[in-house]
């Protein structure tokens, strides 16, 4: 497809439309497992514009009780044997924050940054994707391939449970390959990450859920009982040195206590306590192997009289576990993309690979699709003060409209989805 025809996809992207869906967005409160509110502005929006959304339900009866809605669009193409594209964004943020100093909702603007919960964890990435989405249905241009855009709940929580339902429903069983636009460079390790720059792949993760228990006693004469407690404390800080694999392009693994839940009555030796550890994987490190790993650290340690059963958090179904993966340089969905990007910012974007989880790992690794991580940069993630860039927000959108022209806009089919699932279960 000539630039010409990308170019003029990013130019039917609205600076205006973009910028006041992205505050609109950010002024709904949709902290994860409360996003019926933004589920029914996105829906709405989408159908002001003759986009035919359907809503998609998401229920997870067992472990959350939680039930909710996500929303999906399709432009359809020309050709049924060219590529179908995926645009991913989720529309839940974390709780408020309580160290605000202004209207965590405000969506002020001010020296080029939008401020508000969650704008640039994702709102500002979702406003992109559903703006080049409908610059896409407006713009003079023939797609062969279709485009599909998902706007998710429960990213933020526990489990990813919306991208989660659309696999386990089978909802994205004819996409070939996928963005998910999180702000890359706001994660990035690298200080000096700017934009443009696509994130080939992310480490993995599992949740140690260790029980540990000790046997009460007067807490005047500890030596008769065995401190459930502080043998936790041991392991935490056991497992924070443990050793763990690297790789070339994600790094290093890494291990982060995050929780000790325990104790007992007043002047008591606690008898149990309960440890959550946080364990980012990547390629070769399984449940397997990060569960025996776990166990030969506990058995290394003299704890005496204490118990302790090693296991990972509790998921709605086996499948629900954020796996590794990587996207190869020369896969079409990386260079398709690239080339987008050079036709609207005249540069060559750079690459990364996200440090944590998200949706993107369902994807990536799960389902099989190649994904790249693409969105606008910004700071203070989960926090006050959060930022995204309002021009890169812009530019992401229209990086997008480009990118769809480019990847499906002519009738060559992708031969074959990259399998990110060799490594982690």
């Not at 500002?124 to 023939?142: I, K, Q, W």
């Amino acid at each position: 497809m000539s630039a010409g025809t990308s170019r003029a996809a990013a130019d039917t992207v609205d600076t205006d439309r973009t910028v006041d869906l992205l505050r609109s967005l950010v002024r709904i409160e949709s902290p994860y497992f409360h996003e019926a509110e933004i589920v029914e502005f996105v829906h709405d929006w989408l159908a002001e514009r003759g986009l035919d959304p359907s809503y998609h339900r998401v229920s997870e009866p067992d472990v959350t009780g939680y039930e909710g809605r996500n929303v999906i669009a399709r432009l359809e193409g020309s050709d049924p044997a060219a590529p179908t594209l995926l645009l991913n964004g989720h529309v839940d943020t974390v709780e408020l924050v309580a160290d605000w100093e202004e209207d965590p909702l405000s969506g002020r603007i001010e020296d080029g940054r939008l401020y508000g919960q969650g704008a640039a964890d994702m709102k500002a990435g979702l406003a992109a994707a559903m703006s080049a989405f409908a610059a896409l249905a407006e713009a003079d241009v023939d797609l062969a391939g279709d485009v599909v855009l998902t706007a998710v709940v429960d990213e933020e929580g526990p489990y990813g449970l919306g991208t989660d339902q659309l696999i386990r429903d089978g909802r994205l069983a004819d996409c070939d390959m996928a963005v998910v636009t999180e702000p890359g460079p706001a994660f990035d390790s690298e200080s000096d990450a700017t934009n443009p720059r696509l994130y080939l792949g992310a480490r993995g993760r599992f949740l140690y859920d260790i029980e540990v228990r000790g046997t009460a006693a007067h807490g005047s004469m500890p030596e008769r009982g065995a401190n459930a407690v502080v043998a936790a404390s041991r392991i935490a800080a056991a497992l924070e040195e443990m050793e763990v694999g690297s790789h070339p392009l994600l790094g290093s693994g890494s291990v982060c206590p995050l929780r000790i839940e325990g104790g007992s009555q007043t002047l008591s030796v606690p008898e149990s306590c309960r440890l959550l550890v946080d364990r980012h994987v990547v390629p070769g490190e399984t449940s397997g192997t990060v569960l025996s790993e776990a166990e030969a650290v506990v058995d290394s340690l003299d704890l005496g009289d204490v118990d302790v059963d090693v296991g990972l958090r509790e998921t709605p179904h086996p499948d629900a576990r954020y796996g590794p993966y990587t996207v190869d340089e020369d896969e079409p969905l990386v260079e398709g993309l690239a080339a987008a990007t050079e036709t609207v910012t005249g540069d060559r974007p750079g690459v990364g690979y996200f440090p944590s989880v998200g949706d993107f790992n369902y994807l990536g690794h799960r389902e099989g699709l190649p994904t790249v991580i693409l969105g606008p940069d910004g700071a203070n993630v989960h926090s006050a003060g959060e930022w995204v860039d309002v021009a890169e927000t812009v530019e992401v959108a229209r990086i997008l409209a480009a990118g769809a022209v480019e990847l499906v806009g002519t009738a060559q089919r992708a031969d074959a989805r990259h399998d990110g699932g060799e490594d982690a279960d």
